[in-house]
């Protein structure tokens, strides 16, 4: 007995020190860009490599994170504290330590299905990296042009329009600080936990239960589009639980629930002040539909769940392992068609950015151990060697290309930095900023520590967002961010009539800089509906009315209150390359570059009646 029980022990050592090896792995890898680009520039700075990443950063520093980024923000401040308050330590380490306990997580979850050491590494970068192998929707890993989620869109264009929604990025999501990496190692620990629990049967651990009920019950302070289907399968799996008569199942997920239900309704009493709630921003992005969604992942939860549903039809198999195998593969579908009945659905490109293929990876491993127990030993340890190092290949050239394709915009907001940090800080702090390139303020924001204000950010119209057109209206109301919107033209130099092309370009295209400020998500930007709610004849009937307004804008009585205050243009063309304009004078002030890219600062002065 003693033999046996040291055997164990060593077993679980091995199996925390492999687990730790393959996360510390995946860690490094998310350091990379972050050194690369500390050698490039040659000071401490973090590499911003993703969509949403600074709004997010600047809504845990003002403390406006709504109750759903909860727990990614309680995660950044712990880094922080630990990181001594130095925010650019504590975006390079979330970096290491969020994938890493995602990673630690994924692997404890694998190890409730496979026997394999080997193949539970494989199995653990198929689980942490599954939306970016098998979405298509991540373009720097699917980065041929007739093998990606564009030409699967153009495939199924012929059969009807907008049936796939737009869902690219060219990020590995694990590395998204931080979401989804917080929510991933909460999502893989429930699976793991359930999975656990389902073929314990006469086990009791307590620590792991108390583990259980307190992951569950935090699910509503996590990524909903992580959170709310694991929250489903935690339901389905207390009906499954109850009908095979597992009575200490049933009552730890049931007491999970209760507790999430308990933490839901005090964050939806608990609204921070400024934030954005959770409930504002279900009305902005959700819209009626009853056409079906089809991605990969709906094809392959069809497919799989069907073989599946069947295979346990045919054996009578009662097998709660198998239940959460089979809700695994379903919900991919469910989630992402619900409409069909309900009539309503919210941005079907994040649950596939998200959550839809960890699920069906998930499934697919506890199906294929139902079905076939022993379909690890039939493959050699080498075979499975040799896939996981085509993983990390794989996973490694695309950091590669994400590093150099975001490369250029942390050149010019560190180029900026020191551009700002060399001019007198009074000034920069009085002045009226006007960043050219609008889209880089919130990095400048961030690389600053939100030490300056730029009138034009993003980030404040995520958290404020502008109301969607009523069902009936003709034309969009008036902005709230209008006249910020006129102030950056005027100060830029953008004319009524380029002003105009600029937004018609904007409405036809479906992205763009200018429209997110005039218009509503829903209503201008695509991706928010799937392309479905466009409001597109509305908004170019609009487009008269606002450079109308515009024109007004610009008159002397405007000019004159912008010439009282003072301002600085930020810009990455020299002076010689500015536009001249009869009433606007820029004098260079400062300058400022890194790597062969240069930011310049004007002080910017107006003539009222030039």
């Given amino acids: 007995m003693r033999n046996e029980s040291e055997a164990a022990r060593t077993s679980v050592r091995c199996e925390i020190a492999v687990a730790c090896l393959l996360a510390t792995a995946v860690g490094l890898l998310g350091l990379l860009p972050h050194l690369a680009f500390m050698h490039e520039v040659g000071e401490f700075q973090n590499f911003h490599d993703a969509y949403d990443e600074d709004s997010y950063v600047l809504s845990w520093l003002r403390g406006t994170l709504r109750p759903t980024r909860a727990l990614s923000g309680a995660a950044l401040s712990l880094l922080y504290a630990a990181c001594s308050s130095s925010l650019d330590a504590t975006l390079v380490v979330s970096d290491f330590v969020f994938p890493f306990l995602a990673t630690c997580a994924a692997y404890f979850a694998v190890s409730q299905l496979l026997s394999s050491r080997m193949a539970r590494v494989l199995g653990t970068l198929l689980l942490v990296f599954a939306n970016d192998f098998f979405s298509l929707g991540n373009l720097v890993v699917w980065s041929d042009a007739h093998l990606n989620i564009v030409a699967f869109s153009r495939a199924f264009h012929f059969v009807a329009p907008n049936l796939v929604p737009s869902y690219e990025t ?341 992205v763009g800089t200018f429209t997110n400020y005039l218009f509503a998500f829903r209503d201008a930007w695509y991706p928010a509906s799937d392309n479905r709610a466009v409001r597109r004849v509305e908004l170019e009937r609009s487009v008269r009315s606002i450079i109308g307004r515009y024109a007004v804008f610009i008159g002397p009585e405007n000019r004159r209150r912008l010439a009282a205050e003072p301002a600085l243009l930020i810009s990455s063309r020299a002076p010689a390359q500015l536009p001249s304009s009869p009433w606007i004078r820029n004098d260079a002030i400062g300058s400022a570059g890194v790597h062969g890219v240069t930011a310049y600062i004007y002080r910017q002065s107006i003539r009222p009646d030039s």
């Fill in 170 to 510: 060219h990020f590995l999501a694990i590395f998204r600080t931080p979401e989804p990496q917080v929510s991933s190692a909460l999502m893989f620990l429930i699976l793991g936990l359930l999975a656990r629990l389902v073929g314990s049967e006469n086990v009791t651990r307590r620590g792991l239960d108390v583990l259980l009920i307190g992951a569950i019950a935090a699910l509503p302070l996590g990524y909903t589009f992580i959170t709310l289907p694991i929250a489903a399968l935690v339901g389905g799996m207390v009906v499954v639980f109850a009908m095979s008569g597992r009575k200490h199942a049933v009552a730890i997920t049931t007491l999970g629930l209760a507790g999430a239900v308990v933490v839901a309704s005090l964050a939806y009493f608990w609204q921070q002040a400024q934030g954005q709630s959770a409930q504002s921003l279900f009305s902005a992005l959700s819209y009626a539909s009853r056409a079906p969604i089809v991605t990969p992942a709906v094809i392959a939860s069809v497919v799989f769940s069907s073989a599946f549903g069947i295979w346990l039809a045919l054996q009578k198999s009662r097998s709660p392992l198998a239940f959460l195998a089979l809700g695994c593969l379903l919900l991919p579908f469910v989630i992402s068609n619900q409409q069909i009945i309900s009539g309503v659905m919210i941005s079907a490109r994040d649950w596939e950015r998200n959550v839809s293929y960890p699920l069906l990876v998930f499934g697919a491993m506890a199906a294929a151990a139902q079905i076939w127990p022993t379909f690890e030993s039939r493959y050699s340890a080498k075979v499975i060697g040799v896939a996981c190092l085509g993983c990390l290949t794989i996973l490694l050239r695309a950091q590669w290309i994400t590093f150099r394709l975001w490369e250029p915009i942390n050149l010019e907001s560190i180029a900026i930095v020191r551009a700002l940090n060399s001019t007198d800080p009074a000034l920069v702090h009085r002045a009226r900023l006007t960043f050219e390139d609008a889209g880089i303020s919130q990095l400048v924001q961030v690389r600053m520590k939100d030490s300056i204000d730029a009138p034009l950010s993003f980030y404040k119209v995520g958290m404020n967002l502008i109301p969607v057109m009523a069902p009936g209206a003709t034309e969009a109301g008036v902005s709230p961010y209008e006249n910020l919107v006129f102030e950056h033209w005027l100060r830029t130099n953008v004319s009524a009539a380029d002003a105009e092309r600029l937004l018609r370009t904007e409405i036809q295209q479906g």
